[in-house]
């Protein structure tokens, strides 16, 4: 967002509410990149008030809204943009990432990227659009259509340290990794700080067995993840232990028996040294087998601790009102992990990446 020259708006009421308009905008971007989202909206909500024909002040508050959880109103607003400027390529992407997830109207997403590629100019803008094409067709399911995709991205040598976070992530995902780990490398060689590029590389350099390597890059996303700011409706630690304490009240009775009598301990994320011994830096939760005394070679379907990493869970969730519902499934993998005899049947793998031990 560009910045103005600050002169004054008394020259005119047109330039008066235009500097406003500008000062909001502004402000609401530098708002969404510190984590105030409320912030945000206020700024966003003032900016449509303030010109309501504005195409950047509706991408504004459909980005915040979409942050917010608000799917809908999120919609709503970048239709509003789009209606107003039909170049505006960013709201038509931002748009197409909420059908995408969590509305899940694929064929609608494809079609809007479509539309933006029709205006957009430059390799990085393209690929902009196409990675996000990918994903579309990824979690369709549509592997093959999802590579073709990727076969027909323009040159990405000089892209932006995001951009090739992105190719590098697909590639990861239909299981290129030298490929992937080219981009990632590049990734984090331009945004030393980029925590998910960070988690992409270490989990693409322990797949082609470079464990030490891949170590360092699972402590260094786990010394930014706990720099980054919390979720903006991140819950106080006693309030989020009552959750948890509630979501293992709903599990199913082998699956609670699991729990019951063992030490449950919350905190952000699991440690340097457990990390170091091979548990992923974004692990939502962590048992420990309780031995049998009487069995001295066996173990009891019983957890003696429960580790609960209260950041990695929030990056799960899209606010609140479905946390105790994430802790319930993750849960339940957990135990399943644990202790395979109370595992569910498989289902189908899906094409995003997991919380896999490394």
Request: charged letters at 30%.
């Amino acid at each position: 967002m560009s910045q103005k020259d600050g002169n004054s708006s008394s020259d005119s009421p047109e330039r008066g509410a235009m500097d406003q308009l500008s000062a909001h905008l502004d402000r609401g971007w530098d708002l969404v990149h510190r984590g105030d989202f409320e912030g945000a909206r206020r700024s966003a909500e003032k900016s449509v008030e303030i010109d309501g024909e504005a195409p950047e002040a509706h991408n504004l508050l459909g980005y915040v809204c979409a942050v917010l959880g608000d799917s809908e109103t999120a919609l709503e607003h970048y239709r509003q943009a789009i209606a107003l400027d039909e170049s505006f390529i960013e709201a038509m992407l931002n748009a197409a990432e909420v059908l995408i997830h969590p509305v899940h109207d694929f064929d609608a997403a494809i079609a809007l990227i479509d539309e933006a590629l029709d205006w957009a100019e430059g390799d990085e803008e393209i690929a902009d659009a196409m990675l996000l094409k990918f994903d579309a067709y990824a979690h369709r399911g549509d592997d093959e259509a999802a590579k073709r995709v990727l076969k027909t991205l323009p040159e990405t040598a000089g892209a932006s340290g995001r951009v090739a976070f992105l190719v590098g992530r697909a590639y990861f995902e239909i299981a290129d990794l030298p490929t992937a780990r080219k981009h990632l490398e590049r990734a984090v060689e331009i945004e030393a700080a980029h925590a998910d590029a960070r988690y992409y590389l270490a989990m693409t350099l322990d797949g082609l067995e470079q464990r030490d390597s891949a170590t360092i890059e699972f402590l260094r996303c786990r010394e930014l993840d706990l720099a980054a700011p919390r979720a903006h409706w991140a819950l106080p630690v006693a309030q989020f232990e009552r959750t948890v304490r509630a979501a293992i009240e709903q599990l199913e009775p082998p699956l609670k028996a699991v729990l019951e009598g063992a030490l449950i301990v919350v905190v952000d994320a699991p440690g340097a040294e457990v990390v170091a011994e091979g548990v992923d830096p974004r692990a939502a939760v962590l048992l420990d087998a309780r031995a049998n005394p009487a069995v001295p070679q066996a173990s009891e379907t019983r957890a003696g601790r429960a580790f609960i990493y209260q950041r990695n869970i929030e990056r799960l969730c899209e606010d609140s009102s479905v946390l105790e519902e994430e802790l319930i499934e993750v849960l339940k993998a957990e135990i399943g992990a644990t202790f395979p005899s109370l595992a569910p049947p498989p289902t189908p793998p899906t094409s995003s990446g997991g919380d896999a031990c490394h």
